[in-house]
């Protein structure tokens, strides 16, 4: 679903960006905000994201019409790094990871920069921004698992070609975290850099809880359990510890000694 | 309105009744960019270790009805790193500053409060014997008194600051008002209750519990009435002890209760993470309160529930 804000205090959005929407209104049970990507926004006017009415919260979202008023906090965490040369680009999604990518695209296009797209989801129904993207790319390849729509299979199955193809040098990836973990590794195979928007669920979206951690190598070698609301939502795909999320490195700074803590 | 919400917790005066919790805003940096933090009665910082501390894996959240679980662990940079970049963010921007600490024993609380007694900037210390996010639960000093009461005096040998030691406390105890006793005797300024109560959700597609570290703490309106309880036998028990209350406060509304109760300020912790403005906001919103029922000042409704 499409959910439009008119926000008038909403600042300049980069791809990657998210917003933490309060659920549920005042005074209800729920009480942490949903993070949503921001697909598009205006500064000074208005915000759109996309989203499934899977859990309570995002149901109640979808009941919400057209005047309510809804509590946003963004736009908020770190957003993709572009390049400052004119290289050529992947741009690699899975469902609804697709929501920040035409935003992504065009701030791509506008440095001079190639843009290859691949698409994936489970099922065509799945799929999200194909034509959108069409219209800011030189390419866009879909995949899905059933092979309802483009090529049967996943997106890491054709991103090889793409990159050996385009002489890509950066691919930009969002999505589920076992895709992130196959385009970081294809990417880095390839001699591609990528950066990845992860998802973790987080309580406040802000830097304070300590909830949304993942263990990622720093530019001094060592791992720290990262948050991603302020640390990302994006980062560097040869640096997040892939294979230990949800856990704890023995490694990691501060790791729990033998006995744990 | 003319609300006198000035208030103090022993020699620790403040200037608003709102504070932040210990765990739920970090260090006071983070919420900056929704007000001034140097407005609040005071930043209680997420508790500090020794050393640095990566925390429990994740999932480290499981948002309950009108609550949350949390099991971070503890993680934290440790207290060096602590002292030369966040109690430094905070004396930069005179934050009033209530440090917590935690220890894995006895001697790193002590040594802790040591260090800490030397260092400019801290107005005060909560000492944090009850996080419930601990390998052993004989971690949980605040479960027996004398436990708690050998963290604190411990603390008190080595503290030579006028600043209150506070003793933060678990409601997860049969008596919380012998373990408030004890700590008394350990020679503690006051008591901040409650911690986080113990949980746990079961992910029953994969039929675990949901959270990394199994248990986590419960916290958020789900618990207040159990926090107001547990102001209420501690403040009958104990009247002049001065006490900081916590536990899923969500409205000025909310604070006036903890107030009537037996606080002399507030901690707001749970309702940050989905309203960071919700400190400023909630002292706000008790002025008001105060005023609609005609009072003129915070301190004369401390404990009033008790009166009546």
Same mark, same amino acid.
């Given at each position: 679903?499409?959910?439009? #804000? ?30 949503? *990507? ?7 006017? *208005? ?91 030189? *390419?866009?390849?879909? =995949? =899905? ?11 890491? $199955? ?5 990159? =050996? ?48 951690? #993942?263990?990622?190598?720093?530019? $001094? ?41 | 309105? /003319? ?66 679980? /949390? ?17 430094? &963010? ?9 440090? %917590?600490?935690?220890? /894995? ?52 040998? !080595? &503290? ?12 997860? !105890? ?7 006793? +004890? ?17 746990? !959700? ?61 606080? +002399? ?14 400190? &400023? ?14 009072? /003129? %000042? ?11």
């Amino acid at each position: 679903m499409h959910l439009v #804000l008119d926000a008038p205090e909403i600042d300049e959005v980069a791809s990657g960006h998210f917003a933490a929407v309060a659920v549920g209104g005042i005074g209800g049970g729920m009480l942490l905000r949903r993070a949503f *990507s921001i697909h598009k926004s205006t500064p000074g006017e *208005s915000l759109e994201i996309i989203f499934a009415p899977h859990g309570q919260g995002t149901q109640w979202l979808a009941t919400q019409n057209a005047g309510d008023v809804i509590d946003v906090i963004a736009p908020l965490g770190k957003p993709f790094v572009l390049p400052r040369q004119p290289i050529s680009c992947v741009i690699v999604a899975g469902g609804y990871g697709a929501a920040p990518m035409e935003l992504l695209a065009r701030e791509l296009r506008g440095r001079g920069c190639r843009v290859d797209v691949v698409l994936g989801a489970a099922t065509q129904e799945k799929l999200f921004g194909v034509l959108d993207l069409k219209g800011v790319s030189d *390419s866009v390849i879909v =995949t =899905t698992d059933d092979g309802t729509s483009g090529v049967r299979g996943r997106v890491t $199955d054709v991103l090889a070609d793409v990159i =050996t193809k385009n002489n890509s040098q950066a691919v930009y990836a969002c999505g589920p975290m076992p895709m992130l973990q196959a385009v970081a590794k294809v990417s880095q195979d390839n001699g591609a850099f990528s950066q990845c928007a992860v998802e973790e669920s987080m309580a406040c979206g802000i830097g304070v809880c300590m909830t949304c951690v #993942l263990p990622v190598i720093g530019d $001094d070698g060592v791992t720290r359990m990262s948050r991603s609301c302020v640390d990302g939502p994006v980062f560097r795909g040869d640096r997040v510890r892939w294979d230990d999320v949800h856990t704890v490195p023995s490694d990691a700074f501060g790791a729990p000694r033998p006995g744990g803590h | 309105m /003319n609300i006198d919400l000035t208030t103090s917790l022993g020699s620790l005066q403040l200037s608003a009744p709102t504070l932040t919790a210990s765990g739920c805003a970090a260090a006071g940096k983070e919420l900056a960019q929704f007000g001034d933090v140097s407005t609040l009665g005071a930043v209680v910082t997420k508790s500090i270790m020794m050393a640095p501390r990566s925390g429990r894996a994740t999932p480290r959240m499981a948002e309950t009805p009108s609550g949350m679980l /949390n099991s971070i662990g503890l993680q934290g940079p440790g207290i060096e790193s602590f002292l030369e970049n966040d109690l430094a &963010w905070l004396r930069a921007n005179n934050v009033t500053t209530i440090v %917590s600490i935690a220890g /894995n024993n006895v001697d790193e609380f002590g040594e802790l409060a040591r260090i800490l007694s030397k260092v400019e900037g801290v107005d005060g210390l909560e000492v944090n014997i009850s996080c419930p996010n601990v390998e052993s639960r004989g971690q949980v000093f605040a479960c027996n008194p004398y436990s708690a009461a050998q963290v604190i005096e411990t603390v008190r040998s !080595v &503290w030579h600051s006028d600043a209150p030691v506070l003793a933060k406390l678990s409601p997860d !105890v049969t008596d919380i008002v012998e373990i408030a006793q +004890s700590v008394v005797e350990a020679g503690v300024d006051g008591v901040s209750m409650i911690n986080t109560l113990l949980g746990m !959700v079961i992910d029953v597609d994969h039929m675990k519990p949901m959270l990394g570290g199994r248990t986590g703490g419960l916290s958020g309106p789900a618990i207040r009435p159990v926090a107001v309880r547990a102001i209420y036998q501690v403040h009958a028990a104990l009247p002049h002890l001065p006490i900081l209350g916590m536990g899923g406060i969500r409205t000025g509304h909310d604070a006036l209760e903890f107030i009537a109760a037996g606080a +002399s300020a507030v901690s707001i912790g749970t309702v940050v993470f989905g309203d960071p403005g919700a400190p &400023w906001r909630i002292a706000n919103e008790l002025g008001q309160e105060l005023e609609s029922r005609g009072y /003129n %000042s915070l301190s004369e409704v401390v404990g009033l529930a008790h009166h009546n």
